[in-house]
């Protein structure tokens, strides 16, 4: 039996990487999905590429940083599927992805806090109008190691002032809060805390030899994270397997944090 039998999902950043393995295991499991990105291409080549699918899914340009797309992208899918059991807020970036490298600080952090964090909350906000209609819903935020952690001196990514880490520590916070709050409408928020993984995020990092095995070296388990070894904890965090679970942090590391 498929484990999301009947179920209704968003996945936002489902373009690329994490969102993108997530969307294909939801598929895979009976659950309908719509993929949301903020890349057209990315879109056309996920209509291509599950083309098998085709009755279960639907994609949607989605600006998360904005108020009013996160809006439309939840009444989109009641609209058309009829309800949201699950969300996951897979949509992120890092400094490294700013649209013009030469903006200053400030534009950079907010570009990143805009989309991880505000993002986050907004797709939440809206998403659990729905949710409270249904009395359920599993909401699944990608956080991050190092919203656990800093950075590790090593890599030389961050001088304290990064705006990642900073995003996917609030993050983590939200998904503790929300998680309280909106137990009393069963509905539950979680967040999976990947290590390094292989994704658009880090290919700049990873196309590097000698940054590439820096990173490896920091997982006991000896490699990076593929997209699906994130989605399969995203699949137990949506289904009914995990019904007494919320608030909770999912690291998904290779040992990354235990050390």
């Known amino acids: 039996m498929s484990r999301l039998n009947n179920k209704v999902a968003i996945v936002t950043g489902a373009g690329s990487g994490i969102g993108l393995a997530t969307t294909k295991i939801f598929l895979e499991n009976g659950c309908k999905v719509v993929c949301s990105d903020n890349n057209e291409k990315s879109l056309e080549k996920i209509n291509k590429d599950l083309s098998n699918y085709k009755d279960d899914?639907?994609?949607?340009?989605?600006?998360?940083s904005k108020k009013s797309e996160c809006k439309d992208t939840a009444k989109f899918v009641v609209d058309n599927f009829g309800k949201i059991d699950i969300l996951v807020n897979s949509a992120g970036v890092s400094q490294r992805q700013a649209p013009d490298q030469s903006w200053d600080y400030e534009k950079k952090w907010d570009f990143v806090m805009d989309i991880n964090l505000k993002g986050s909350m907004m797709m939440s906000y809206e998403s659990v109008i729905y949710m409270k209609e249904n009395k359920a819903g599993s909401i699944i935020n990608l956080a991050s190691i190092i919203g656990m952690v800093g950075y590790n001196d090593v890599l030389g990514l961050s001088d304290g002032f990064n705006p990642y880490p900073h995003s996917k520590g609030g993050v983590v916070q939200l998904s503790r809060d929300m998680g309280v709050n909106l137990a009393k409408f069963n509905i539950r928020v979680n967040a999976i805390c990947p290590g390094y993984?292989?994704?658009?995020?880090?290919t700049a990092l990873t196309e590097d030899e000698e940054m590439e095995k820096k990173l490896i070296d920091l997982h006991p388990l000896g490699r990076l994270a593929t997209?699906?070894?994130?989605?399969?904890?995203?699949?137990?965090?949506?289904?009914?397997?995990?019904?007494?679970?919320?608030?909770?942090?999912?690291?998904?590391?290779?040992?990354?944090?235990?050390k």
């Open 197 to 202: 993984a292989y994704t658009n995020l880090t």
């Open 57 to 64: 899914f639907l994609t949607l340009k989605t600006d998360v």
């Open 227 to 258: 997209g699906e070894d994130v989605a399969h904890a995203a699949l137990f965090l949506a289904s009914d397997e995990s019904s007494f679970i919320t608030g909770a942090l999912l690291p998904v590391d290779g040992g990354y944090t235990a």
